[in-house]
């Protein structure tokens, strides 16, 4: 978390004040190339992206777009165990908007993310990145969204699932 904070700092961009939603996603790509070390690999799942969206009970229900990074720690517990598991963290910037009629009917779309991507990083992600980006503008909601000045941010690391 504390790479993606400086990240956006860099970029003149506070983590708890975003308002510029593509230097936002600028700065996600970089961290997103940025190699960790004690995850699993990518084929298995160690280290992936997500874009999601809609309205949350922990944000008070306003419309929210987030990305995150979702990272399997490998170096918990024994990997010998059948019954072993990673640890899954998320890093993730959730971006929350004032309500708009342009982006009112945002759960409306049948799904609320993109999936989660793990291609290495370095050219497949770069080619993922692109990907995902085209699928939300491809939803007028959500490329409205995007264009639009989020009402606040906040930036977490968390462990997942």
Known sequence: MDVFARIL????IEPDAVRD??????????FLHIEVEGVEEPEN???GFIVEWGRWDWN????SL???RLLAVN????RDDADWQPEYWKVELQLIFAEEPAWADVDSL??????F????IGVPRMAALGEMRRFIESYPQLAAMWRAEPARSSLTLERAG
């Open 45 to 47: 799942d160690g280290d």
């Open 60 to 63: 008070g229900g306003q419309p």
């Open 66 to 68: 987030s990305f995150g």
């Open 21 to 30: 939603v593509d230097a936002a996603w600028d700065a996600f790509g970089e």
């Open 75 to 78: 170096d918990a517990g024994d």
């Open 9 to 12: 700092k860099q970029r003149a």
């Open 110 to 115: 049948g799904h609320q993310d993109t999936g």
């Open 117 to 120: 991507d793990y291609d290495k």
